[in-house]
């Protein structure tokens, strides 16, 4: 758990290679509110379903569930578990009823069909902003046109970006070598992105989301988008973005890349590192690499 203020908490389950992020605050007159950032994949569905009857138990509520896009490893555990009672679900519905060859698609509609569509807010976009008892959520992307798009491509198999280890080379020589191409999956671009602001705080959640398609600014906390994928992040983000704490959802079976840490380093000095697994301590850092340990640079810490 990140301890934000007295107030606001930040923390995540074992999601194995998906997201999802469970914000928690005491509001303005004084009652907890929870808002759960994507559920993982249908392997985690019994985390997700153990995170929400937990709040559920203790008798607090289930405010909003944002869905960031319709990918498996952040939809699957909404679509196993049910929604057990949340006051708001927001994610960017594909209503149609007909199978396609794209597993995320089917299982996007199926979740639309499946909830409430009275709780349903299913066009999410730029400029859209949820009030929850004092704290602001700011939709910062997808633009009307990326949507469209992503919809689109609904019909179209998953292109998925192919991930090569990193682990290998040391942050030092990772500082010095381009970054990769970018990412090119649709449904990536689409992702909601959004601060959440709260009592002088600013949380940034990226989902999977392009670069380009980040805002900058300043943030007590920055969610890396797509696990920390090195295709998701660029010198220009980077530029823009005044931050020294981030969360990574990720089980180092496929991400984060290395890269990412050292462009982080590079850009900014000295980081912090939060993720719901410690993936570092199967064979990320090289003995090079420990200097940045001991001299407090680079700090790894488990939710």
């Known amino acids: ?28 007159s004084g009652q907890p509110h929870n808002i759960i950032v994507d559920s993982g994949p249908t392997s ?68 639309f069909h499946s909830l409430d569509r009275s709780k349903i807010h299913s066009s999410v976009l730029a400029g859209d902003e949820i009030a929850i008892d004092g704290a602001r959520i700011i939709v910062h992307a997808p633009k009307p046109e990326m949507l469209s798009r992503a919809m689109a491509k609904m019909e179209e198999a998953n292109a998925q970006l192919a991930s090569v280890s990193d682990w290998t080379c040391s942050l030092d020589d990772l500082m010095a070598k381009p970054y990769p191409s970018s990412d090119t999956s649709i449904a990536n671009q689409s992702s909601i992105v959004f601060t959440f602001e709260y009592a002088g705080i600013r949380n940034l959640f990226c989902g999977d989301a392009w670069a380009e398609n980040i805002p900058g600014g300043k943030y007590d906390l920055v969610k890396l988008p797509h696990h920390g994928s090195i295709r998701n992040i660029s010198d220009a983000l980077l530029s823009r973005i005044q931050a020294d704490t981030f969360l990574i959802c990720a089980d180092g079976t496929s991400h984060p890349n290395k890269q990412t840490i050292a462009k982080l380093l590079q850009q900014y000095g000295n980081i912090s590192i939060y993720s719901n697994y410690s993936w570092w301590m199967n064979g990320f850092l090289m003995t090079d690499d420990m200097k940045y340990i001991k001299n407090g640079n680079l700090k790894l810490l488990i939710i």
């Open 1 to 28: 758990m990140i301890q934000l203020t007295d107030n606001l908490t930040i923390s995540t389950i074992r999601s194995g290679k998906g997201d999802c992020v469970h914000i928690c605050f005491i509001g303005s």
């Open 44 to 111: 985690s569905a019994g985390e997700f379903r153990n995170l929400l009857t937990s709040i559920i138990r203790s008798g607090e509520t289930l405010d909003a569930l944002i869905i960031t896009h319709y990918d498996d490893d952040h939809i699957g555990g909404i679509l196993k578990a049910c929604d057990p009672g949340f006051t708001e679900i927001y994610f960017n519905a594909y209503a149609e009823a007909t199978e396609t060859e794209n597993l995320s698609a089917t299982q996007n509609q199926r979740l």
